[in-house]
């Protein structure tokens, strides 16, 4: 039926999200849970000195392997004060990005889920961290002890319904979640 | 005097780190602990949908603010089965790049503290999560439930040697520990 070929479906965008495929989405997982299991993957490649190189290409998710349309080439650094040559942020500035990405992005998707639309929103980060427990002069804790996010949100929608859904985005991030309770790190050598 | 003027500093390189500067900063922290006390920063504004941009331009850092030579951009994205547009890689694909890249970074320096020299690194990183988590369709952790780090290192130095840098950058990454032990998380949100 040539008509049938024809026909388009239309795609009801919320915050440049699309709300029905979001809630087919849910729809989906809800009804199959293995749908859920996913794995992340990245390449690394060290370069010299605090400057090395990271590729993201594919990942499972959804049930599938998945490619994304480029690989992405990812370069981490360190400033002269901690013996690099800045060409790049360093780890733990890249943990910041993500993390920020993700409240954003886990915000703006339950707000599309609910109907809220929302005009602009920014963060800005901070985490401390104590530099003895990476050089190892103090058993002190190497990474972040703690990190503030202030997010700031540009809507119509009351104040309530806006916390409302900071209190979902922090409950639901999945890179908040990894930072803030423990992750299963497993390192393994192998010899070149 | 012209002579002192024109006398130039030795510089000793390991693995592209300069020694003498990586035993200074060492010293210094020891001696005063204060040094070690560190913030890092991100601001980051939302675009559309999963898109979203990061801004890294400074930090406080061995007693002084600090400004990167030129401020970092750095993009978050989502696939299209996560209900993007690939604009970049995605924030738990972030976190991997960050991990991958600190505990090579922790590798390397440690073995240029030790004399040891390297040639090459390579790590693959894997990382699980369920969407689920996410999405809210079931009480389970939204974020990394476990992540495997495979490192690869090519040097004359004993396995064993080599065997103990790894076990040293497993404990003392900043980015390892941030993801294997719980961080504080504070949001705070404002509207605009």
Request: aromatic share 4%; with cysteine.
């Amino acid at each position: 039926m040539p008509t049938a070929k024809k026909r388009t479906k239309t795609v009801t965008m919320m915050n440049g999200v699309p709300v029905d495929r979001l809630e087919e989405t849910i729809e989906a997982v809800s009804a199959d849970p293995e749908l859920g299991k996913s794995e992340f993957r990245a390449r690394n490649r060290w370069i010299k000195g605090g400057h090395n190189r990271s590729t993201i290409t594919d990942f499972y998710c959804a049930g599938e392997e998945r490619v994304h349309e480029k690989p992405f080439e990812l370069d981490n650094g360190e400033h002269e004060v901690l013996l690099g040559n800045d060409d790049g942020p360093n780890p733990v500035e890249q943990v910041l990005h993500g993390l920020a990405g993700c409240v954003t992005t886990t915000f703006v998707y339950y707000a599309a889920a609910q109907g809220i639309e929302i005009d602009e929103v920014e963060s800005e980060l901070t985490g401390h961290l104590d530099l003895q427990g990476m050089l190892g002069t103090a058993p002190v804790k190497p990474g972040y002890t703690d990190v503030q996010i202030k997010l700031r949100v540009k809507s119509d929608a009351p104040v309530a319904k806006l916390q409302e859904l900071a209190t979902l985005a922090q409950n639901r991030s999945p890179v908040l979640s990894t930072v803030s309770s423990p992750v299963d790190l497993d390192v393994e050598l192998e010899r070149m």
